[in-house]
């Protein structure tokens, strides 16, 4: 047979032999590659024996359909057939690979070769199409890419072949163009000529030529590299295979010849050689083992990891050795009788051969000497077959683990989510059935404190600690965040929920130690028993009740479900409703507060604040609100409310007064918070420089790096950037380093005790002085006294904000504020009272 490794160039006869008997042979003889010719628009005319075993039409099935058979039916809306051909026709070849899909269904990976054929008109006729499966090769490349890059680089030096096609004594029957191009000979010129022409003077004297066909009849195929002759006398080095062709009496009839210039790859011998032996060596010691059996089920080839994985000895296993010899070797590791280990020898066998369908691939799995080692059986069409085992231990162990991981919170170990909600699934309708809920108290805020590593090893800490406390009837969960989850069975509620309970609280009442100190902390338990629900549903809204209201009579202690609880939650939903209600009809407004430089004696900005105006309930406090509004995610939509309103309210003001506008971390944490905040600006239409945005600290340290690109983005178009509160999270002077902020807003805590705490004095100027040295405005919050603005105007601290310079104020009074503050300081016409608080 034909055999043609990762098909290169393969162009068909440009004219058809006068003999087309002949030459249909010479193509239905090529078992390893699909050969078949398409009429100019696509329609399959021949159809080979190799095409037949690759796509599993038989030649009557397929003569007369379009060759788009074989595509996907999207590859078929996209017009890949058709462009394949056009490519063929405009550029002379089409070559490439992609899936295509047999008569049952299943798809193979096909290297393709179209090239079209003319008539001594050179008017198209056709196309010769070759397909090679190469669904192996494929797959094979995905999983040793190294070792498929070394086969596609050779694959890619492969470019022309010549095919042609003689008589049982060698004379020429027919030829195609990529023969004429290598050789230099027409058709009309070589048909009938002995093809001796091709070699050189010294082979025809050594009877090559006549050997060859010899050899080709009597060992079924003949391969030999050497020089081959050209018309114009030069030589070419080449690789020629010969294989004989039969007709449908299995009548000798003539050779098929394949020959490829390898002049090129003579030159690069030694290279080439180099490459050979590196890839010989990689395959040697692949982590694979492999061996081939033929169809007498001799072992021909096997590589020495086939046998090392398996422990067997290779001096006893070597070539020629039977299928039956291997099993002997496999088994007798084992300490079994001679008729235990006949018995599974011949149960093995039976078991192996019941899968012996060519081209198909079984796989088992054994464990020897402690692998777990994955037998992949390929049978071939010859009645062998190719074994490759693998070691998979690891993967095995890998994956058990991950069985685990699935069933397993990561962070504490304990059983999670996925684990209580089908143990409750489960043990729902009998009595006597507990659910704990245990939630830490304010772990957002020591999380926040303490940051994210100490967090982690906190919740470890509390997982450890509840579980120390249970009995075997109880099962603690990991279902969230700081959400623990208690499964008690047949339990006495009095005797052991209640003790529990009691258990954890006093667990708790000592400190967690850590690297970061030892820190206090509680946690609050909701208790629901499955006695007093009708569904599941039911019982965990009961427990999720008895927590909240065990956090609302003021966390570390437990609470069981009584009636009335729900009306709490009821509550909380009703509050949510009415956000966004407000939202959706715009029920907040703003306020705003000044802030003056005490130096220059003008108004800098005013800061814009949130108010919310419940059409029922009337005026609510931010306090009242916002916490709830971030705990339900609603804070980023009121933010850009606020950015809008306030950039739509400042277009009135005087040019030099900003309006500063506070985002909440929650909002910060947006990936697209930086375009979102530039097209309100862009919509409204404001000077952006007018505008300031408010973060604070604890915005910076929820993910600093891009936290940092997304200002950098807002300051690169002319926004304003204060850091508010400064003081009272992880100040960090890298902040003040790395990011190009205009403003530091000194915290009120700090200012109320300036004229009693010497160490905030000293804060506050050592501030002032960073502020100064980096040109950054840097603003006291929460002024109250003319004192404490004496104090800070020492220590260069000259912009102020607070209930002493005014309280915050609606929109309409904005504008004759400035007018007053600005021209009455200058008339001097105010006492120093009057002056800040006009208000």
């Known amino acids: 047979m034909l055999d043609i490794e990762n098909t290169g160039e393969v162009i068909m006869c440009s004219e058809l032999p006068k003999n087309e008997f002949l030459y249909k042979l010479l193509v239905q003889n090529v078992f390893d590659y699909a050969i078949y010719f398409l009429s100019p628009d696509g329609v399959v005319t021949s159809w080979n024996a190799g095409a037949e075993k690759a796509k599993g039409y038989t030649e009557k099935e397929i003569i007369g359909k379009n060759f788009s058979i074989f595509y996907s039916e999207k590859d078929q809306k996209r017009g890949l057939p058709q462009k394949a051909l056009e490519t063929a026709h405009t550029k002379g070849k089409?070559?490439?690979?992609?899936?295509?899909?047999?008569?049952?269904?299943?798809?193979?990976?096909?290297?393709?070769?179209?090239?079209?054929?003319?008539?001594?008109?050179?008017?198209?006729?056709?196309?010769?199409?070759?397909?090679?499966?190469?669904?192996?090769?494929?797959?094979?490349?995905?999983i040793a890419d190294e070792q498929s890059r070394n086969f596609r680089l050779m694959a890619e030096g492969i470019k022309d072949y010549i095919m042609y096609m003689i008589d049982r004594n060698g004379k020429i029957l027919n030829w195609n163009s990529g023969a004429q191009r290598a050789k230099g000979y027409t058709t009309e010129e070589v048909l009938g000529k002995h093809f001796s022409i091709f070699f050189t003077e010294d082979d025809c004297q050594s009877g090559l030529p006549y050997r060859a066909l010899a050899t080709a009849l009597a060992k079924g195929k003949f391969e030999h590299e050497g020089f081959r002759i050209r018309r114009n006398g030069t030589s070419f080095w080449s690789q020629t295979t010969i294989d004989p062709v039969y007709d449908e009496k299995s009548q000798h009839i003539g050779f098929a010849t394949i020959t490829k210039n390898l002049t090129e790859q003579k030159k690069n011998q030694d290279a080439t050689n180099i490459i050979y032996r590196n890839l010989n060596l990689a395959l040697e010691h692949m982590s694979q083992g492999l061996c081939l059996f033929d169809k007498n089920e001799c072992m021909v080839i096997c590589n020495d990891r086939f046998t090392q994985l398996l422990g067997i000895n290779q001096e006893k296993f070597e070539i020629g050795s039977t299928f039956t010899d291997f099993l002997w070797l496999l088994?007798?590791?084992?300490?079994?009788?001679?008729?235990?280990?006949?018995?599974?020898?011949?149960?093995?066998?039976?078991?192996?051969?019941?899968?012996?369908?060519?081209?198909?691939?079984?796989?088992?799995?054994?464990?020897?000497?402690?692998?777990?080692?994955?037998?992949?059986?390929?049978?071939?069409?010859?009645g062998g077959w190719v074994s490759t085992i693998e070691d998979i231990t690891e993967k095995r162990k890998i994956e058990n683990e991950v069985k685990v991981l699935a069933h397993h919170d990561f962070l504490t170990g304990l059983k999670n989510r996925t684990s209580y909600q089908k143990k409750i699934d489960e043990i729902f309708g009998a009595d006597n059935n507990s659910l704990l809920f245990v939630d830490v108290d304010l772990f957002k805020e020591i999380n926040d404190q303490f940051g994210h590593p100490a967090g982690d090893n906190i919740l470890r800490e509390v997982g450890k600690k509840i579980q120390k406390n249970l009995s075997k009837k109880e099962t603690v969960y990991r279902i969230g965040g700081d959400e623990f989850a208690i499964i008690c069975r047949n339990s006495n509620f009095e005797e052991d929920v209640l003790s529990l309970c009691s258990r954890i609280l006093r667990e708790f009442n000592t400190p967690i130690q850590t690297e970061w100190g030892d820190i206090s902390l509680s946690v609050s338990i909701g208790v629901a028993s499955s006695s007093d629900c009708k569904n599941?549903?039911?019982?965990?809204?009961?427990?999720?009740?008895?927590?909240?209201?065990?956090k609302e009579a003021g966390r570390n202690q437990f609470l069981r479900y009584e009636k009335g609880m729900r009306e709490a939650i009821q509550k909380k939903r009703k509050l949510e409703f009415d956000l966004k209600k407000?939202?959706?009809?715009?029920?907040?407004?703003?306020?705003?507060?000044?802030?003056?430089?005490?130096?220059?004696?003008?108004?800098?900005?005013?800061?814009?604040?949130?108010?919310?105006?419940?059409?029922?309930?009337?005026?609510?406090?931010p306090i009242n609100f916002i916490p709830f509004a971030e705990e339900i995610g609603l804070m980023p939509s009121i933010d850009m409310w606020v950015v809008k309103a306030a950039c739509k309210e400042a277009l009135s003001w005087p040019h030099h007064v900003s309006v500063s506008i506070n985002i909440s971390a929650k909002t910060f944490e947006l990936n697209n918070i930086s375009e979102s905040?530039?097209?309100?600006?862009?919509?409204?239409?404001?000077?952006?420089?007018?505008?300031?945005?408010?973060?604070?600290?604890?915005?910076?340290?929820?993910?600093?790096?891009?936290?940092?690109?997304?200002?950098?983005?807002?300051?690169?178009?002319?926004?304003?950037?204060?850091?508010?509160?400064?003081?009272?999270?992880?100040?960090?002077?890298?902040?003040?380093?790395?990011?190009?902020?205009?403003?530091?807003?000194?915290d009120r805590s700090f200012i109320k005790d300036i004229e009693s705490n010497i160490h905030s004095i000293a804060i506050i100027k050592a501030i002032a002085g960073i502020g100064d040295a980096l040109g950054v405005s840097i603003t006291a919050e929460g002024v109250e006294t003319a004192s404490q603005i004496s104090l800070l105007m020492r220590d260069k601290c000259y912009e102020h904000q607070g209930y002493y310079i005014s309280k915050p104020f609606e929109q309409t009074h904005i504008l004759p504020w400035i007018l007053s503050y600005e021209s009455e300081i200058v008339s001097g016409t105010l006492t120093e009272k009057e002056q800040i608080c006009l208000v």
């Open 94 to 142: 089409f070559e490439g690979d992609g899936w295509r899909f047999r008569k049952d269904g299943s798809k193979l990976r096909a290297y393709v070769v179209i090239d079209p054929i003319y008539n001594d008109k050179k008017e198209i006729i056709g196309y010769a199409k070759i397909t090679k499966d190469i669904t192996r090769e494929y797959k094979a490349k995905i």
């Open 331 to 382: 088994h007798t590791t084992s300490n079994d009788s001679i008729s235990e280990i006949a018995k599974s020898v011949d149960t093995q066998r039976q078991k192996h051969f019941e899968h012996a369908e060519p081209g198909k691939i079984n796989h088992e799995e054994y464990v020897f000497n402690g692998l777990t080692i994955n037998f992949s059986n390929r049978f071939l069409a010859d």
């Open 536 to 550: 599941i549903d039911t019982w965990v809204q009961h427990t999720d009740l008895a927590l909240y209201a065990a």
């Open 582 to 621: 407000s939202l959706e009809h715009e029920d907040f407004f703003l306020v705003y507060q000044p802030v003056v430089n005490a130096q220059t004696h003008k108004v800098s900005s005013f800061e814009a604040l949130l108010r919310w105006k419940h059409p029922v309930d009337g005026i609510i406090p």
């Open 677 to 746: 905040i530039l097209k309100i600006i862009g919509d409204v239409n404001i000077d952006p420089g007018r505008v300031e945005i408010e973060i604070t600290e604890t915005s910076m340290l929820l993910n600093a790096e891009e936290t940092i690109n997304k200002i950098k983005k807002l300051t690169e178009n002319n926004i304003k950037i204060a850091l508010d509160d400064f003081g009272t999270g992880y100040s960090s002077l890298s902040f003040l380093r790395d990011i190009p902020f205009n403003r530091i807003k000194i």
